[in-house]
């Protein structure tokens, strides 16, 4: 009868949920373009523990959205689009914060219930300066090399 008041979860026996805060995952989107936001993103979906078909998905999206973002800056560079090549941060950045979006849609359930359960958000700055510094440094040569074309 005692067994009945010993706590049948003990925090050696939890698997515990980790996360960014994920609205200022919006700041390495507009900052660090689509490639830095997509790291990130599908590394928060991990430590949310989402399912893995949700992560798959993520993925794939994500992909995809870098595949349209380099043929659009590609389809600029080129005139097949009448826009200014000035435009071409625009719309890294509209792709960015897009993948954001996205990204929000399927974190955000999994990062209220990670913060019910006394989850404390892990800080953003160090991984979220790496990733803007080295990822827009690809995203930038990227759009640098579809431009020489």
């Known amino acids: 009868?005692?067994?009945?008041?010993?706590?049948?979860?003990?925090?050696?026996?939890?698997?515990?949920?980790?996360?960014?805060?994920?609205?200022?995952?919006f700041f390495v989107a507009m900052l660090g373009g689509i490639f830095a936001i997509a790291i990130l993103g599908i590394q928060n979906a991990k430590w949310l523990k989402i399912e893995?078909?949700?992560?798959?998905?993520?993925?794939?999206?994500?992909?995809?959205?870098?595949?349209?973002?380099?043929?659009?800056?590609?389809?600029?560079?080129?005139q097949l689009i009448p826009l200014d090549e000035k435009y071409i941060k625009f719309v890294s950045r509209l792709f960015g914060v897009a993948c954001f979006f996205i990204f929000f849609a399927f974190l955000d359930e999994p990062y209220k219930e990670h913060l019910a359960v006394d989850g404390v958000a892990e800080s953003?700055?160090?991984?979220?300066?790496i990733a803007i510094i080295f990822y827009g440094f690809i995203d930038a040569l990227a759009t640098l090399f579809l431009l020489a074309l």
């Open 52 to 78: 893995k078909k949700y992560i798959r998905l993520l993925t794939i999206i994500s992909i995809v959205l870098i595949i349209v973002k380099l043929a659009v800056v590609y389809a600029i560079g080129q």
């Open 124 to 129: 953003l700055w160090k991984p979220g300066f």
């Open 1 to 25: 009868m005692e067994n009945l008041y010993k706590p049948s979860l003990t925090s050696h026996d939890v698997d515990r949920t980790r996360s960014y805060e994920i609205s200022n995952l």
